[in-house]
Each structure stands twice: as structure tokens, then as C-alpha cells.
């Protein structure tokens, strides 16, 4: 008997869908305010969600939000294909419970059991970076992708345009695993552009979002799922990034977790590296391969990850998961 999937309870199910029924007075607010609102707002309770940003209408909306049907919330859930998956499944990765502002579902397309292995210790990186890099930003992501891939490691990512759908890409060629976090619901890509790549992740992979089936994305949920990103894996690595960027605010939401964050270096003076190479001068890991990510990872001190099972007693100290990406 194959094991049950992934389960959401109640209370869960209103939550998710009282925050994607905000989503466009949340969006407000950010942009009004331009400061870390979402996550903020996030982190509060049902009641005091619906009053920082209902106005006016904030009691007849949690009073509708309260009294949503559950049977049918799960029913809407089916009918667009996904599973949902809450914070008290046994399957919900462990590691979103850190967050200040865990999501309180995840909603997913694809194969549940990547959710089992975020959860279980099977090392992942995140890799992220611009939308619109150069042909060695491209190269890189896909490259290292393949390669942790190949060895055992989850790649995570954002499905974006540019160095996201890379790292996808790179990961699924390589036969090895993958996990999507959508700005938009599970149920359809984001960007629409990239439904080739979403259909090849639901079939091969996993998309996830904390938003329900249905939901279009906004601004604000794209640095929103980025802090799912940081928290899902044990380092996040930029590619190529401006100053200011997306990428950057996931490698800052990965060190507020105390994760790993490692950076490719870049061509000094252009722009697009200029993020990467800010990152390196305050602390980031050079990643100049899939050999130096697997070497922060699981920590072996600069020993060549395939000298690595080499050293005495340190074969016995990794995981059987650790001690496969080491022997690939």
C-alpha cells in the first residue's frame, strides 16, 4: 500500500486562503510602506492580518474567512490538481518552522515524496540569480545544477526567467531532483512563459507556493516565496546579481537563518555581477564549481570532495545521503 499523501488540516486550509484573498490589499500596503511589510504582516495572526490591511472591512473579511467550508477548500484543492500540505503533516519540511513567518500550507504539483526528503536531512541548495544574465551566468547555473544534481543534492529555485529556469533545467537533464517555489499559485506556472519548464517540473519534480490554487502573483509575493527558498536548503548560492535585487534579498533572508550563502564571482565593473562580488567582499563562499558548494555543504574543510571519504573517521560522520554526493 503506497503511503498517504500529504495532508492539511482546517484551520491551515482558511489561513492560506484568507492571505490569498489579501493578496491585492497586502500588495498595497507594501507599496505604500517599501520596507519588509509582507514578511511582517505575515507573522501576524488571522485577526490582527485582517485588521493591518481590511480597513473598513476587515471583520466581514475574517468573518468569511472563518467561515469558509473546509470539505470544499480541499475539493478547489483537487480539482486544479495539487495536494496541500500543512505544518502539522509530518511531511511539512521541518526547516519552514524557523521562519519567523512560516507559511501555514504549502500547495504542490508533483512528487510529494522531494517533500520527505527536504524533511529527512538530503542535503538541497538553492540557486538563484538574475533574470536576465549573461551567457556565463546561464552556463554556470545550469552547469552547477547539473552536477549537485547528479550527486544527490535537491537543487531549489524560483522558476524565474534567467538563472532560475537554468538551474532547473540543468538539474532535470541531469535525472536529479528539483523544487519550483512559485509568486503565484501551484496550480499554473509563473512566469506564464515558462510552461514548458512547470509541466517538465510537475512531472519530474515539485512545484510548491503557500498561496492557494488560483492566485495570481504580485509584486510582493515573489520576495515573499524567496525566504521559503533560503529556508528549504543549507546554502543559497547567487550566480549573477545586481546590488539591489531579488537575489540578493534571499541571500540576506539565508543568513538571517543562518544558512551557508555562497556567490560565483563576477567581472568587476559589470553590473550584473556587481551583487555577487558585493556578497564575496562581506563573507560569501567563492563558488567557482559544484565541487566548492559540496565542500561547504558538508563540511570538509577544503578537502576535495573526492578526496574527502579519504579522511580518517569522516566517511562515518556523513550521512548516507552525504557520503553518495561525495562518491559521485
Known amino acids: 500500500m503506497s503511503a498517504p499523501g500529504p495532508g492539511a488540516c482546517d484551520a491551515c486550509l482558511r489561513r492560506a486562503w484568507l492571505i490569498g484573498s489579501l493578496c491585492e490589499r497586502i ?8 520596507s519588509e511589510v509582507p514578511r511582517a504582516l505575515l507573522a501576524l495572526g488571522d485577526e ?11 471583520m466581514p473579511i475574517l468573518e468569511h474567512a472563518r467561515g469558509r467550508d473546509a470539505t470544499r477548500l480541499r475539493e478547489a484543492v483537487r480539482g486544479s490538481h495539487c495536494w496541500a500540505c500543512c505544518r502539522h503533516d509530518p511531511r511539512f519540511p521541518p526547516q519552514l518552522l524557523q521562519l519567523a513567518d512560516p507559511p501555514a500550507t504549502l ?9 520527505d526528503a527536504l524533511g529527512g536531512g ?40 534567467g538563472i532560475d529556469s537554468c538551474a532547473h533545467a540543468g538539474a ?13 499559485g501551484a496550480d499554473s506556472p509563473t512566469p506564464r512563459g515558462k510552461a514548458r519548464l512547470y509541466e517538465q517540473l510537475v512531472g ?4 510548491l507556493s503557500e498561496l492557494p490554487p ?20 543549507g546554502m543559497t548560492i547567487v550566480v549573477e546579481a545586481r546590488v539591489r535585487s531579488g537575489s540578493r534579498i534571499t541571500a540576506e533572508m539565508a543568513i538571517e537563518l543562518g544558512r551557508d550563502v555562497g556567490a560565483v564571482p563576477g567581472e568587476v565593473g559589470n553590473p550584473s555581477a556587481a551583487g555577487t562580488n558585493t ?50
Open 204 to 207: 519530474s519534480g515539485l512545484v
Open 214 to 233: 488560483g492566485t495570481d502573483p504580485r509584486p510582493w509575493t515573489f520576495p515573499a516565496r524567496n525566504r521559503i527558498m533560503a529556508a528549504l536548503a
Open 27 to 34: 500588495d498595497r500596503v507594501a507599496a505604500e510602506r517599501r
Open 172 to 184: 532535470l537533464a541531469a535525472g536529479g531532483a528539483t523544487v519550483a517555489v512559485l509568486g503565484g
Open 279 to 328: 556578497l564575496l567582499r562581506e563573507g560569501a563562499h567563492v563558488v567557482r564549481d559544484a565541487e566548492d558548494v559540496l565542500d561547504s555543504m558538508l563540511g570538509v574543510a577544503g578537502v576535495p570532495a573526492r578526496e574527502a571519504l579519504d579522511e580518517p573517521g569522516l566517511a562515518g560522520a556523513l550521512t548516507p545521503a552525504q557520503s553518495a554526493a561525495l562518491e559521485s
Open 122 to 161: 538530503t542535503a538541497a541548495a538553492t540557486i538563484v540569480g538574475a533574470r536576465r544574465p549573461s551567457a556565463y551566468g546561464r552556463e554556470m547555473a545550469e552547469s552547477l545544477a547539473r552536477r549537485l544534481a547528479g550527486c544527490g543534492v535537491i537543487v531549489v529555485s524560483g522558476m524565474a526567467f
Open 107 to 115: 500547495f504542490g504539483r508533483g512528487d510529494p515524496s522531494l517533500l
Open 48 to 58: 490582527e492580518l485582517a485588521g493591518a490591511v481590511g480597513g473598513a472591512r476587515a
